[in-house]
């Protein structure tokens, strides 16, 4: 497999601070890729970056083989870019700015008219003809993902493609980003857990400017164990909490509310034994305990977690 | 049809579809209708307002020439006063507004962006001074009997040079400076400089800051002397300016 997108070593600094603190990233050709990250950190300045609207302090950005920073129309022609706010000219209709857009990547007239009709009818905006001044958020977004995707892009870079959007809106652009697998390379930032783990391949999770992984979805999972354990006791929460992070079956252990803890597991059946045990031996009543999958947000709250520590 | 030609017909659209239509074309119309009716009877209008009180003061008889002199006069402030303010957001309003971001993440180059925009806006200037000359030359010949064409259209013309430096002037700046407000005023502080440097004859003489007073003794039927350099040296301040412009957007951070 080849990378469409490669990131090494990329810098960004603002007025002294680092927005980006040299991340690598490997999106590998056909992928989903989710960015995933929470609200300010650095997902937006990373496209900016790899779509070459700015430049980086450090580092490269290679896209489908060649350095951004020398890129020029022959590079931007395979792109199709969603902005996390998309603007357009407020006086166009939907089908005239698909038509504008169609025709700076110079796509055939013919070709132009019937693939701007099937996006804006997959955008549920077939057949609306008032001007884009007039159109919601949600609508905007939704004719943002359907232009980027009118040069039929072989990496279509997309800003927080969901973040304006209702359930329904939400679930039409998953189920379209979900239909495009194999076909494109899909790079997309957001800081919703459930849209990565519902549609992408892999994820790299970026937290304050630096990405503190990236692989697999699966494979992420497995590495910060495949279980989690929910219980509530009677007394002693805290000094059980303690008690069951020095277990090796253990990984992150948190306190929630009075009384209840969780943790991720490496070993369910281990820690299933354990844990009646442990609870007796801190004289405490055992009220609840329930083994589950872990979920990415298990993941993700681990690393932001131990980033912050 | 390559993506220059395309952006070019979308900045005509967006000149047909939006204010653009409306404030220059006004503007320019309100002179060329105006120019000559008020050089015609702002004699006799002062005598009726005025009565006896200006019974020993004899007002010269007006001529069609007058009636140019008003039309450039008009053009030469609140017409470049209108350009400015109108430009000074041609390139920093889609990047305040985020539309440059959709358009230069495709194929379009950012030299051409700048190009292109300040290619059609010097064509629409062009068509809005010839529509205002040719009023203006008809109406003057409705209300004085005859309108000789040389010495109006020679004067529109070398007007025209003089705005195609301010968009010229304009673009660059709104390139420079984000805010429409912040390049408005330094277009108006570059017109004070150009208005100042025009009464010393040296740089008269080679630069755009001679065009305004070429301009208007064309306009009174003086044949203006040396004409061509200010022109060839403006024309070419023009293409400069854009192409710093360009030069200069290109570096820069969307």
């Not at chain 1, 059946?269 to 329930?290: M, T, W, Y």
């Not at chain 2, 007002?59 to 470049?80: A, R």
């Not at chain 2, 854009?242 to 570096?251: N, S």
Request: with cysteine.
């Amino acid at each position: 497999m080849t990378a469409a997108l490669e990131v090494s070593a990329l810098t960004k600094t603002y007025n002294g601070k680092r927005a980006l603190d040299a991340i690598d990233l490997s999106v590998e050709e056909g992928s989903i890729f989710g960015f995933l990250g929470p609200n300010g950190a650095g997902k937006t300045t990373a496209l900016r970056l790899i779509t070459g609207l700015t430049r980086p302090t450090s580092g490269v950005v290679r896209v489908l083989g060649h350095d951004v920073a020398g890129a020029g129309n022959a590079v931007r022609a395979q792109l199709g870019f969603l902005p996390d706010v998309p603007a357009f000219y407020d006086w166009m209709t939907a089908p005239e700015f698909m038509r504008f857009a169609g025709g700076l990547f110079g796509v055939e007239r013919s070709v132009l008219t019937q693939r701007a009709g099937m996006l804006l009818d997959s955008a549920g905006l077939g057949g609306v003809t008032t001007r884009i001044g007039g159109y919601s958020r949600g609508m905007k977004q939704r004719l943002g993902i359907a232009q980027a995707l009118i040069n039929a892009p072989k990496l279509l870079l997309l800003d927080e493609p969901t973040s304006a959007l209702d359930p329904i809106g939400r679930k039409d652009v998953l189920d379209m980003i979900d239909s495009l697998r194999g076909r494109t390379t899909i790079f997309f930032s957001t800081h919703i857990l459930g849209d990565v783990e519902r549609v992408c391949d892999t994820v790299a999770v970026l937290d304050r400017g630096r990405v503190l992984t990236q692989a697999p979805i699966p494979e992420l999972k497995a590495r910060y164990g495949t279980h989690k354990i929910s219980m509530e006791v009677t007394a002693s929460a805290d000094a059980l909490a303690a008690a069951i992070a020095k277990r090796p079956w253990a990984g992150a252990v948190t306190r929630e509310n009075i009384g209840t803890i969780e943790a991720t597991v490496t070993d369910v059946q281990a820690a299933q034994h354990d844990i009646p045990r442990l609870v007796a031996d801190h004289k405490a009543g055992l009220i609840r305990l329930e083994a589950g999958e872990i979920g990415l947000e298990e993941v993700f709250l681990d690393l932001i977690g131990e980033a912050h520590a | 049809m390559s993506g220059a030609l395309v952006f070019a017909r979308k900045e005509f659209f967006e000149i047909f579809r939006t204010w653009r239509i409306v404030v220059l074309p006004a503007i320019v119309l309100l002179f060329a209708l105006t120019g000559p009716l008020l050089a015609r009877y702002t004699p006799e209008l002062l005598t009726a307002v005025a009565g006896s009180q200006l019974s020993g003061l004899e007002l010269p008889t007006p001529t069609v020439f007058d009636s140019y002199g008003q039309w450039i006069k008009n053009l030469s402030q609140i017409g470049i006063f209108a350009i400015i303010i109108i430009y000074a957001g041609l390139v920093s309003s889609e990047r305040r507004s985020g539309t440059a971001i959709l358009v230069l993440t495709k194929p379009l180059s950012r030299a051409t962006f700048v190009i292109v925009k300040a290619a059609v806006h010097a064509l629409y200037l062009t068509v809005l001074a010839g529509i205002g000359t040719s009023i203006t030359w008809g109406v003057s010949a409705l209300v004085f009997s005859e309108a000789p064409g040389a010495a109006l259209w020679s004067a529109s013309a070398v007007w025209l040079v003089l705005a195609l430096v301010y968009l010229a002037l304009m673009t660059l700046f709104s390139v420079l400076i984000r805010s429409s407000a912040g390049a408005s005023g330094a277009g108006l502080g570059a017109f004070l400089v150009l208005s100042v440097a025009g009464l010393w004859p040296p740089l008269a003489d080679y630069s755009p800051a001679g065009l305004l007073g070429r301009a208007g003794a064309l306009a009174s039927g003086t044949v203006s002397e040396r004409l061509t350099w200010p022109i060839v040296i403006s024309l070419l301040a023009s293409l400069a300016l854009v192409g710093l412009a360009a030069m200069i957007f290109r570096r820069q951070e969307l």
